[in-house]
């Protein structure tokens, strides 16, 4: 039996907002397995359990950029260590640039983008020079580019913490800007149902089927009960079917359907959303630190 430590409680807790009993009860019957004890408690405690899934575990900023004609944008996820960092103006512009240039140069991948002119080096060298003046490691970790079909619209949030770029065919600029906002506000996962990651589904319909097993209703009601929870999941998590932020009595589709309007595509970042946070034990820390100064101090007294 694997051991239950207060970090994975806490870590489990974070993830889900679920109390920290049935944290703690869910990590045991998952023999300390946090993925399992997650879905452990999706059964148990429905959606709640997944409230807080998509908190960010690192700190950065995200940059946007459109250009004049709102027909080509770029969005760029870049991470740091501390929250302080990405206040920080150099960590800003490189950023900046950094959109400038997956939007000016269309880069590849990452790599190529890391080997691009900036500034009198490249990329890679101009991050490496600010990791040696402010002291942090930074990452570029994420980019898009839009080529749009219709007119481009951006929206940041939360101190550069959520960025979307948005792609809307005939429709106003004020209900793109308006479009942007919602994504960062209602987070989809994809534009419409069929866009929605297959293992996503799969992952929602076997937690689904053990609710519903566990209501000991008979096998057609079972069956009506998981494709209920299924629809019902594909509609919070895609632009079309989640209810308009700025009018929730009706759906984006029946926004963009009284506006004559569609969206093309969307991008949406959220700073560190998916990287593991290192947990370190402070206390720990400081009597090692404390510790490590005692010894250098006897290493200087002469023998």
Known sequence: MAEITAGMVKELREKTDAP???????????????????????????????KAAGRVAAEGVVATVIDLDGKLGAIVEVNCETDFVAKNEDFLAFARALAELVANRNPVDLAALSAFPLNEGTVEQTRAALVGRIGENL??????????????????????????????????????????????????VALSKEQVPTELIARERAIAAQKAAESGKPAGIVEKMVEGSVQKFLREVTLLGQPFVKDDKHTVEQVLKTAGAQVAAFVLYVVGEGIERKQSDFAAEVAATAGAASRHEKDKQPS
């Open 139 to 188: 990452s570029i970790r994420r980019f898009a580019r839009i080529e749009a079909k219709g007119r481009l619209a951006s929206y940041v949030h939360g101190g550069a913490k959520i960025g979307v770029l948005v792609d809307l065919v005939d429709g106003a600029p004020a209900l793109a800007k308006d479009l942007a906002m919602h994504i960062a506000a209602s987070k989809p």
């Open 20 to 50: 920290m009993m049935e944290c703690k009860k869910a990590l045991t019957e998952a023999d300390g397995d946090l993925g399992k004890a997650e879905e452990i408690l999706r059964v148990r405690l429905g959606n709640k359990a997944s």
